[in-house]
Nanobody
């Protein structure tokens, strides 16, 4: 199993920034893709960003169109931690953000391709 714990959410004004962290433990060697999803009230969970890497070193990043150019996903291999740097935040970014892991490579974007999830962290962007 892989255990994931998110932190870093909060309340920020539009145009501001936040950095989310996801501390991973357990069988992290099986997590070839780490991802972030979000879910706003009354909406389905949606893909935000992913990073596919065989050994948590380097890897390929990919993003939803809605966050491309504003969000950056990264990994600190030594700390077993995944980050999501969010800049130029907009009110429509308000959601609970979830960290997740997948044994798949190939840039998965659907929640069914991911098998372990964190508890989520709330991000609220005020206008």
């Amino acid at each position: 199993q892989v255990q994931l714990v998110e932190s870093g959410g909060g309340l920020v004004q539009a145009g501001g920034s936040l950095r989310l962290s996801c501390a991973a433990s357990g069988r992290t060697f099986s997590a070839h893709t780490m991802g972030w999803f979000r879910q706003a009230p009354g909406k389905e969970r949606e893909f935000v960003s992913g990073l596919s890497s065989i050994n948590w070193s380097g890897g390929v990043t990919y993003y939803a169109d809605s966050v491309k150019g504003r969000f950056t996903i990264s990994i600190d291999n030594a700390k077993n931690t995944v980050y999501l740097q969010m800049n130029d935040l907009k009110p429509e970014d308000t959601a609970v953000y979830y960290c997740t892991s997948s044994p798949r490579l190939g840039y998965p974007k659907v929640s069914e391709d991911y098998d372990y999830w964190g508890q989520g962290t709330q991000v609220t962007v005020s206008s």
